[in-house]
């Protein structure tokens, strides 16, 4: 069972351009959003996260939209840069449990020059 | 200070061999995970540490994979009997674990290759 559904697998803008990624959860359980940012050959690392309370933050060319009554949520990027390049998985966790992470199947962005 | 770090980077192996994982934590951190990553297949959940123990094992695909963590650090995932589809990057990752501090922290990872 897919607890954290994500789309699309991959996706391909120009510079400049403002990539969205969509994820959808179950668990109304879930009380804490993170994105993570994988680049080749690395681990993941924590990009931007959000609380139910909340419907959008903001950190710097990044914003996480929330919607709590469609349990959906979404990454934006803007002014994409070809750095930007990465793989993006969207998570969710619940606070009432040991912190485990369920993470959608990941986003494989590529933003062309 | 030092992340994650896991070894070896890379290991090619024969079906019907068995290996060992390694994943190094940051210091401090008494939570650990492991995690598959196969291609479009996201990343897979296998176990959870809390210090020494596995109190979530749920996410490990069959009895041949085994995992343990002594003195609270150094964990080693074991996959005994190797086939061609456990081939993957396994992660590692570790928090505090002491509170409410969801960010997991990676290591690399290893690619293992069953041939």
């Known amino acids: 069972q897919q607890q954290v559904k994500q789309s699309p697998q991959s996706l391909i803008v120009q510079k400049g351009g403002i990539p969205i990624i969509n994820c959808a959860y179950e668990n109304t359980a879930f009380d804490y959003f993170p994105w993570y940012q994988q680049f080749p050959g690395k681990g993941p690392a924590l990009l931007i996260a959000?609380?139910?309370?909340?419907s959008e933050k903001k950190e710097g060319r990044f914003t996480i939209s929330f919607n709590k009554s469609a349990k959906q949520f979404s990454l934006h990027i803007m002014d994409s840069q070809p750095g930007d390049s990465a793989t993006y998985f969207c998570a969710a966790s619940n606070s009432g449990g040991y912190q485990k992470v369920t993470f959608g199947i990941g986003t494989k962005l590529q933003v062309i020059p | 200070g030092a992340g994650v770090s896991q070894s070896p980077s890379n290991k090619v192996t024969e079906k019907g061999k068995d290996v060992e994982l390694r994943c190094d934590p940051i210091?401090?951190?008494?939570?650990l995970y492991w995690y598959r990553q196969s291609l479009g297949q996201g990343l897979e959940f296998l176990i959870y540490?809390?210090?020494?123990?596995?109190p979530d094992k749920s996410g490990l695909p069959s009895d041949r994979f085994s995992a343990e963590r002594t003195g609270g650090s150094v964990s080693t995932l074991t996959i005994q009997r190797t086939q061609q589809e456990d081939s993957a990057v396994y992660l590692c990752?570790?928090?505090w674990g002491g509170g409410p501090s969801y960010e997991q922290y990676f290591g690399p990872g290893t690619r293992l290759t069953v041939t």
């Open positions: 540490f809390q210090g020494n123990s596995a």
């Open positions: 959000i609380r139910p309370d909340v």
């Open positions: 990752a570790s928090t």
């Open positions: 210091s401090g951190h008494t939570a």
